[in-house]
């Protein structure tokens, strides 16, 4: 089944450290997005990536980075700088401007 | 920033009635969207509607859109207790950069 894998449903990380979520797609999606969500709260974009080697900052990219070296993998990295790094954190794809395919989600929490 | 702001926030209704939540923003869009979100999963796209269009009908799901005021409202019929869910509407900026709302949480009760 063609599909959004998005790992671990659960991260615990302490305060200080950098962590990657990992985001891969089996859709031969060309764009991909991160976005977070916080309790109660609508999507913020944080990056999208458009085409593989190239990507775009979104709305709240301050304290986060992304690669695309390959189409079916978009990693997030949560720097140490994220101030509130505490959160749910989706990756979603789309092709030819089509609806956003999303995974399930990480939830992300700090400590 | 947030652009949609969706009204109400929280709805419960009796299953077997209809639920219509309201979707409002703020500039020019190419295209809304709504999507639905169980908890704890990702969001499931549920309709689109472009810019040039009024309404729109999906199985039990009708959308309005009215540019004129930058309002949409999506309309569930006959509302199950599967549609327990977050309803989310999204502009989109271009190149599916969406700008999504706050969400309605809907509880279908039994």
């Known amino acids: 089944d063609g ?16 962590v990657t979520l990992s985001c891969e797609q089996n859709l031969n999606h ?14 913020r974009l944080i990056y999208y990536s458009q085409i593989v080697n ?7 990219a301050e304290g986060y980075s992304v690669s695309r070296e390959k189409k079916e993998s978009f990693p997030l990295t949560v720097t140490s700088a994220q101030k509130n790094p ?19 989600g990480t939830r992300l929490t700090v400590t | 920033s947030q652009q949609g702001e969706e009204d109400p926030q929280a709805l419960s209704i009796q299953e077997g009635e209809n ?11 190419n295209n809304l969207q709504w999507y639905r979100q169980n908890s704890g999963r990702g969001l499931v796209h549920l309709i689109l509607i472009r810019s ?39 502009t989109d900026r271009g190149a599916q950069k969406l700008v999504f709302g706050q969400g309605t949480r809907l509880t279908i009760n039994p």
């Open chain 2, 19 to 29: 639920a219509t939540m309201n979707c409002s923003y703020k500039t020019s869009i």
């Open chain 1, 30 to 43: 060309d764009a991909m997005y991160w976005y977070r969500q916080d309790p109660g709260q609508g999507l």
């Open chain 2, 52 to 90: 040039n269009e009024r309404e729109k009908h999906s199985g039990r799901l009708r959308v309005t859109l009215d540019t004129s005021k930058k309002s949409s409202s999506l309309l569930i019929t006959a509302s199950r207790a599967a549609d327990t869910a977050s309803y989310f509407c999204a």
């Open chain 1, 54 to 60: 190239d990507f775009q900052k979104g709305d709240i």
């Open chain 1, 86 to 104: 505490t959160a749910f954190y989706l990756c979603a794809s789309s092709t030819n401007n089509s609806p956003l395919h999303f995974g399930n």
């Open chain 1, 3 to 18: 599909g959004i894998t998005q790992s671990p449903k659960y991260l615990f990380r302490k305060e200080g450290q950098n």
